[in-house]
């Protein structure tokens, strides 16, 4: 009999590719020698059973938790599973009915509710026609801000309702704040155990992937080892951004404004960084000097203290409290400890849970200064002040360009928050960063491209677009025309801005009223609330053009809103329900079925903060 052969060890192929080799020539091998079943060598991977089926399903507006969602079922599969990640909204609770497993990722918006990508399922899950689902072990993750009242609210209400329609919690419900890599990383290597990762009979780990070793067709490639790069080209991410250089910065509103809205030019050249109309860019800042100084100044430290850093090495407490921790808003954590130590009469009775409500009333426009100032009886020592504080994270921006207009540069529309609370001045961290310390030209703005997979134009480029920005929120809008413009898109575009004054907060006036002059911008209707006695929003314009807006959607119109959610996008989205019964002729059950499905088709997609 002729002996099977098998590919060395150290023959340059990975371990699938060898896998598969060696099955293949074993299967060859075997037909030469007579046998009826393939002769395997030793040393070659067996077969795998089926892969547990394992659903992972996620509600993202930013991209974070879909990227999270992603990364873990690549980890599935390495354990065992074959993994399908779906946004949440491709889910039917009829589909959860004739699963096993099941793990949800989701972040938080607005008053605790699920993102737009989660809240189609969420309405169906809640309803009382959900089907039980007592066949199901499930985990969910959340992604949030401790900073809002209804942390990880999303995930509660996702948590809470599978548990009651039955389904079966195989591990504690995971809550991530801003910073959640460390804290996702915990919570998975609980969850593993839980939905039980299948081995083969051989004790061997089952591959989702790795498909059962057969003599390929005489048509099949080859398989070709793996190249590596001499020198690899860096890729510049959230973990490593780029040092970008910043061209322009120029104030958008007029004297007389009330607000102090910059235009922002990025130069991208040389970081290999590419984005679409509808992505964000991601910055990361540093702190203010003034307020840092003043920080160490109340805790009476000199600022030369030294550090154990994130990484492995130390640094000076100026340098984390500057590059590293949040000073502005305190963390629960500091403000329990600040009030304890201190014994503070005023903030101690606050602390208590049925007290949240005034505490976070308390804290509203308070910064860490603040709260040391308030408990001044508080004493810290370096390193146990910085591990009360949170990590600086990195603020992302809605792109106001596009690039086919602007090729190796990204452009940003950003509001420099500046206010008086509490007897002091306070600013944005990121905002002020950049309108007023960062110097042209000189100055490494660390970024990155956050992609939307969410928030982009309809491919069909005759589709027509209605889009709602008012503020800032026209930033993605402003990279919609250029795209527009630039692909030669035959779809009709329709622009709702609004501000303050028209005199002095009309932001990008030229380039829009130019834009609607050339017949880019079909419509473009306007709202400055300040401009009359009764304030007037976009979403009055919307009522008063319902009957035009009702035969733009029916005839596929795609609907867009950018800017603050709690209010703003509320608003809209409650009367666009009204626009589809009024000029539709819907009853209110009818205009929500009708909403429903412009989101589940993607023409109605949201860009909200």
Avoid at 375 to 386: D, I, Q, R, S, Y
Avoid at 530 to 554: G, N
Wanted: glycine fraction near 8%; aromatic fraction near 8%.
């Amino acid at each position: 009999m002729t002996p099977v052969p098998c590919l060395p060890e150290n023959a340059p192929f990975t371990p699938e590719q060898r896998a598969w080799v060696n099955g293949f020539l074993a299967g060859l091998f075997s037909n030469a020698n007579g046998a009826g079943t393939a002769a395997v060598h030793p040393d070659a991977r067996p077969a795998s059973r089926t892969a547990t089926p394992l659903l992972i399903g996620y509600g993202s507006q930013t991209g974070s938790a879909q990227g999270l969602a992603k990364r873990v079922a690549k980890e599935a599969e390495k354990r065992g599973f074959a993994p399908t990640v779906k946004e949440l909204n491709a889910v039917a609770p009829a589909e959860l009915a004739t699963l096993a497993r099941c793990v949800v990722i989701t972040s938080t918006w607005g008053d605790g509710d699920p993102p737009d990508n989660a809240a189609g399922f969420w309405a169906q899950l809640s309803a009382d026609t959900a089907p039980r689902l007592e066949q199901l072990s499930f985990a969910v993750l959340g992604l949030g801000d401790r900073n809002y009242a209804e942390f990880c609210g999303a995930a509660k209400k996702f948590d809470e309702r599978l548990a009651k329609l039955g389904a079966t919690r195989v591990t504690t419900r995971g809550e991530c704040d801003v910073d959640y890599e460390a804290a996702a990383k915990a919570w998975l290597e609980g969850l593993w155990p839980g939905l039980e990762p299948a081995e083969t009979a051989a004790g061997e780990p089952v591959t989702g992937n790795q498909p059962a070793v057969t003599a390929p067709t005489k048509d099949a490639p080859t398989p070709v080892p793996e190249q590596k790069a001499d020198s690899p080209k860096t890729e510049y991410s959230r973990a490593r951004p780029f040092p970008a250089r910043l061209k322009t910065n120029r104030r958008l509103n007029r004297d007389g404004s009330q607000k102090d809205t910059r235009h922002f030019e990025i130069v991208l050249e040389g970081g290999g960084l590419s984005y679409e109309a509808g992505d964000a860019l991601g910055v990361v800042p540093t702190n203010c000097p003034a307020l840092v100084e003043e920080l160490l100044a109340t805790l009476g430290f000199s600022g030369d203290e030294s550090i154990a850093d994130s990484g492995s090495g130390t640094s000076t407490i100026h340098d984390q409290l500057s590059t590293a921790l949040v000073i502005t808003a305190p963390p629960p954590a500091f403000v329990k400890e600040a009030a304890t130590r201190s014994g503070s009469a005023e903030l101690l009775p606050l602390l208590e849970p049925a007290k949240k409500a005034d505490c976070d009333k308390w804290l509203f426009g308070r910064d860490v200064v603040d709260v040391l100032k308030a408990c001044l009886g508080a004493k810290f020592a370096p390193a146990e002040f910085t591990a009360l504080l949170r990590k600086l994270q990195p603020r992302l921006y809605s792109i106001s360009s596009s690039p086919k207009a602007h090729p190796g540069e990204v452009h940003l529309t950003v509001a420099a928050v500046r206010y008086e609370a509490h007897g002091r001045g306070k600013k944005g961290v990121c905002s002020c960063w950049l309108a007023d310390r960062v110097v042209l030209g000189e100055t490494a703005v660390p970024v990155f491209v956050q992609k939307s997979h969410g928030f982009r134009l309809p491919e069909d480029l005759g589709k027509p677009v209605i889009m709602i920005g008012p503020g800032t929120g026209i930033a993605p809008f402003r990279a919609f025309l250029e795209e527009r413009r630039a692909t030669g898109a035959s779809g009709r575009n329709w622009l709702f801005f609004g501000d303050q004054q028209r005199a002095c907060d009309f932001l990008y006036e030229e380039e829009l009223t130019g834009w609607s002059a050339d017949g880019l911008l079909t419509r473009l209707d306007l709202a400055f609330s300040r401009d009359q006695t009764e304030k007037i929003y976009v979403q009055d314009r919307m009522r008063e053009h319902a009957a035009e807006l009702w035969r733009w959607l029916e005839e596929d119109a795609h609907f867009y809103v950018c800017g603050d959610a709690k209010r703003m996008a509320k608003d809209v989205d409650a009367m666009l329900h009204t626009v589809v019964e009024t000029a539709g002729g819907r009853t209110r059950e009818q205009a929500t079925e009708y909403v429903a499905n412009l989101k589940s088709e993607k023409r109605y997609q949201r860009d909200i903060y």
